[in-house]
């Protein structure tokens, strides 16, 4: 988690945010990071060691069942061996690695899954989420503003857009507590559909820098064309 430098933290985007502007919601989930304690990097070139995010028991819910992807499996599928390389920065190790369950919740109580996993390398965090709405990301794409660029992506409607990530810091001293929250670094995002018939529910990939520098697209784009076929339940296009 945070500290008293107020580490940036990723919290729900613009994406999380139209998928409850369309639901009339005007609060998000909170806690998607509720993650356990992140693992140390290994010396070499070996990835840190997913933690967190195991599968959650089937509720008989719509979207609860066993065909809902988990946090680690998100972390299984972004913590690759070359991941490293498809950002641009081969020398580095990933410091952290860690999946977590999440969900949003909409108008009339439905909780709608939303699984993620998250890598943290010196230079650059990528994040990997999963929602399953029923939202189109053809039709949300116009929620995001005037900045997100519509494009197909592994044969999908798929959208790229700006995002921002929190900066979050914690100070605990006897038995108070305080904390504050503001403004991150700047991320960039992309949106695919989970299927070719855009029918609903959407893969969210989204890159940030350190040194809180704009990240350029063509890393983005490169890591989720890689990464997102090997996600559990990814089927090719026909």
């Not at 060691?49 to 819910?61: D, F």
């Not at 855009?198 to 969210?204: A, K, W």
């Amino acid at each position: 988690m945070a500290d008293d430098n107020g580490v940036p933290e990723k919290g729900a985007g613009p994406w999380g945010q139209a998928i409850t502007a369309v639901a009339l919601v005007a609060a998000l989930v909170v806690g998607l990071w509720a993650f356990a304690k992140p693992s140390s990097s290994q010396s070499g070139q070996s990835p840190a060691r997913c933690r967190g995010g195991e599968a959650e028991k089937a509720s008989g819910k719509p979207g609860k069942g066993p065909d809902v992807v988990s946090g680690a499996q998100l972390c299984e599928a972004l913590n690759r061996p070359d991941l490293a390389r498809l950002l641009g920065t081969p020398q580095e190790s990933a410091k952290s690695a860690s999946g977590g369950g999440g969900s949003v919740r909409l108008a009339g109580g439905e909780e709608i899954p939303n699984p993620s996993a998250r890598v943290e390398f010196g230079t650059y965090t990528v994040s990997l989420s999963e929602s399953y709405d029923r939202l189109p990301v053809s039709r949300a794409a116009a929620l995001l503003g005037d900045g997100a660029g519509k494009r197909t992506v592994l044969g999908r409607s798929a959208v790229l857009y700006a995002d921002r990530t929190i900066s979050l810091s914690f100070r605990l001293e006897g038995s108070d507590s305080d904390s504050h929250s503001g403004p991150g670094v700047p991320a960039r995002a992309l949106t695919v559909a989970r299927d070719a018939k855009d029918s609903g529910g959407s893969f969210d990939v989204t890159l940030w820098r350190t040194d809180g520098l704009v990240p350029d697209d063509a890393v983005l784009l490169r890591v989720a064309e890689t990464v997102l076929p090997t996600v559990p339940g990814w089927t090719a296009d026909e």
